[in-house]
Antibody, heavy 116, light 108 residues
Framework: QVQLVQSGAEVENPGASVKVSCKAS????????IHWVRQAPGQGLEWMGI????????TYAQKFQGRITMTRDTSTSTVYMELSSLRSEDTAVCYC?????????WGQGTLVTVSS | EIVLTQSPATLSLSPGERATLSCRAS??????LAWYQQKPGQAPRLLIY???NRATGTPARFSGSGSGTDFTLTISSLEPEDFAVYYC??????????FGGGTKVEIK
């Protein structure tokens, strides 16, 4: 069965960077694009960007341009999302998600806390 | 950017009642709209895709309708497990998928 398993919770200082991983299994890694979506505490869902695991090409939400990087490692079927210049407003649960045209499958979420 | 506006923000109903949730797009998204359900501490779950198609495992009491800019999610008779937050999402300008702000269905 399709599974996305994310790395554990992170606590970072303002101005630092965080890198979250998402390991895919149960399907051909290059078959589906993988998206990243975040959710601030008590808030809605926000699309961050997408990576094509086959080619490594990416598209990012305008809001995060310049401080987000998505990469992949095909040898381990893992994608990574790195967010830099963190501020308190970046405190959120980050999800990876995949499927066909919509998000049939989600990771369990990674809480990123930005606090001094 | 396509903006999705959901209403109402909160819906207070009793089990067995009918729930009607609305999602309005700032421009036409054709039928490229999905609905997700999210319970506390969980990732969202896909319920409806392409406006009216139930995803695998979605109970028949959930139905979606609409096209263009106006969409509706209907839960014909609320079960206790249906009390949750519901989000709409468009894929018309894929890959820049956007979500609505959510509707919380709470127990009255």
């Amino acid at each position: 069965q399709v599974q996305l398993v994310q790395s554990g919770a992170e606590v970072e200082n303002p101005g630092a960077s965080v890198k979250v991983s998402c390991k895919a299994s149960g399907y051909s890694f290059t078959s589906y694009y993988i998206h990243w979506v975040r959710q601030a505490p008590g808030q809605g869902l926000e699309w961050m960007g997408i990576i094509n695991p086959g080619t490594g090409s990416t598209t990012y939400a305008q809001k995060f341009q310049g401080r987000i990087t998505m990469t992949r490692d095909t040898s381990t079927s893992t994608v990574y999302m790195e967010l830099s210049s963190l501020r308190s407003e970046d405190t959120a649960v980050c999800y990876c998600a995949t499927g066909g045209d919509y998000y049939d499958y989600w990771g369990q979420g990674t809480l990123v806390t930005v606090s001094s | 950017e396509i903006v999705l506006t959901q209403s109402p923000a909160t819906l207070s109903l009793s089990p067995g009642e009918r729930a009607t949730l609305s999602c309005r797009a700032s421009q036409s998204v054709s039928s490229y709209l999905a609905w997700y359900q999210q319970k506390p501490g969980q990732a969202p779950r896909l319920l409806i895709y392409d406006a009216s198609n139930r995803a695998t495992g979605t109970p028949a009491r959930f139905s979606g309708s609409g096209s263009g800019t106006d969409f509706t999610l209907t839960i014909s008779s609320l079960e206790p497990e249906d009390f949750a937050v519901y989000y709409c999402q468009q894929r018309s300008n894929w890959p820049r998928l956007t979500f609505g702000g959510g509707t919380k269905v709470e127990i009255k």
